[in-house]
């Protein structure tokens, strides 16, 4: 079992920027692919960002590619989300997974673990 707890969250207006971290509870960080999902209201939850267990490949979806960086400390069981120049469309909640595998994935059901989420809020 793998307890996942995301904060950073808030309110930013548009072209602002965030930070948010991802603690995991085990000490077997390490063995986990991470994913960053994201859920606005009344749409479906979508993939935004994943990084594999060593942190060496990252996979991005288009609409945040050039805006956010995801990042791992193996060391700190966390892994992080920089998002930079937010837009109002980025407004959601946000959640990070862990995956017990080694590829980085982009559907939501290959994930095992999930955090409880952080709202993100851009304004216009």
């Known amino acids: 079992q793998v307890q996942l707890v995301e904060s950073g969250g808030g309110l930013v207006q548009a072209g602002g920027s965030l930070r948010l971290s991802c603690a995991a509870s085990?000490?077997?960080?390490?063995?986990?692919?991470m994913g960053w999902f994201r859920q606005a209201p009344g749409k479906e939850r979508e993939f935004v960002v994943g990084?594999?267990?060593?942190?060496?490949?990252?996979r991005y979806a288009d609409y945040v590619k050039g805006r956010f960086t995801i990042s791992r400390d193996n060391a700190k069981n966390t892994v992080y989300l920089q998002m930079n120049s937010l837009k109002f469309e980025d407004t959601a909640v946000y959640y990070c997974?862990?995956?017990?595998?080694?590829?980085?994935?982009?559907?939501?059901?290959?994930?095992?673990?999930w955090g409880q989420g952080t709202q993100v809020t851009v304004s216009s």
């Open positions: 990084i594999s267990r060593s942190g060496g490949t990252s």
């Open positions: 997974a862990a995956r017990s595998g080694v590829v980085v994935t982009t559907t939501p059901g290959d994930y095992n673990y």
């Open positions: 085990r000490r077997t960080f390490s063995s986990y692919a």
